[in-house]
């Protein structure tokens, strides 16, 4: 499993664009995902839900540099995960 700073070092060299690196950051995170195997049992994927409130976050407050973002995922992921309402 690569950390976030793993993930952005391969955006930040692959890309050239910011909207670029953000993409292959989403790429990563999904490759990686393990929704399954937490409580919420494959009823959603985190990384997908994770995504879409970067997303959202980014409408409302403008763009995030990628380690921002990829820190934003990695947090969203472990709230998402560890929620008991999702269980």
Sequence with gaps: MKTAEQIVAIAERDATTELGAIRIINREYRRQDESHLFPIRGRFNATERAIRQAR????????????????????????????????
Excluded: K, T
Aim: hydrophobic share 40%.
């Design 56 to 87: 959202a976050f980014m409408r409302d407050n403008g763009s995030m540099a990628p380690l921002e973002y990829a820190y934003f995922l990695d947090n969203a992921q472990s709230e998402i995960v560890n929620n008991e309402s999702n269980w």
